[in-house]
């Protein structure tokens, strides 16, 4: 009876032995065979039934968000520079002259008048102005182009009317900006207002071959 049992009870432990390797195999199998790379995708996530398996999944998830954030992150500097680009490509701003070639006109006070402009030898330009103007801006960067244009040929200047009120009620200025040509110690011609560059320069132009 002893030796019957023996002989049965040898079978069932090779089986157990085997059925406990099997599934030992299959566990590691399925353990190993979720991709890894899934931690950088948006697929959604593999069922687990095992615990250490769920805290794996719940790991990934986290992992996705992180990767999510850092796409806005981004998107939003793209989007930051785009907006950079295009403010500097199309300023909102008033911008009336390129003013990166032109030279700085001097200011003229009364005293200075006789000597600079009514004794100079050659054509004078006189731009007479006011700081609370807001056309004399949108002249100002004119005049100065010009002057760095007919340097040597004319000489250019601009008188503050508030400064020097007596040489603006000389020559009877009741606005401003207004632009006077000199020669020889003469008034020739003014121009009033803020007008376009080419006004100016066809007015110098014409004194220039008197």
């Not at 300023?91 to 700085?104: H, L, P, S, Y």
């Amino acid at each position: 009876m002893i030796s019957r049992l023996a002989n049965i009870s040898l079978p069932l432990k090779l089986l157990a032995a085997s059925m406990a390797s099997l599934l030992d195999s299959v566990t590691v199998t399925r353990v190993f065979s979720l991709p890894f790379s899934a931690s950088i995708s948006s697929a959604p996530a593999v069922p687990s039934v095992s615990g250490p398996r769920i805290s794996s999944v719940r790991f990934l998830d986290f992992r996705g968000l992180k990767a999510s954030r850092s796409l806005v992150a981004q998107s939003a500097s793209l989007v930051a520079n785009r907006r950079s680009r295009l403010a500097r490509g199309g300023r909102i701003f008033c911008e009336a002259q390129d003013t990166t070639a032109a030279v700085e006109v001097p200011n003229l006070s009364d005293s200075e008048w006789q000597t600079k402009v009514l004794e100079s030898d050659v054509p004078v330009l006189v731009e007479f102005w006011a700081p609370w103007c807001g056309p004399c801006r949108m002249i100002h960067p004119i005049v100065d182009q010009l002057a760095k244009e007919f340097a040597g040929k004319f000489k250019f200047y601009k008188i503050n009317t508030d400064e020097s009120p007596n040489t603006a009620n000389r020559y009877g200025i009741r606005s401003v900006p207004t632009v006077i040509i000199f020669k020889d110690g003469e008034k020739k011609d003014s121009i009033i207002g803020a007008v376009p560059r080419e006004t100016l320069e066809k007015t110098i132009e014409r004194f220039l071959v008197e």
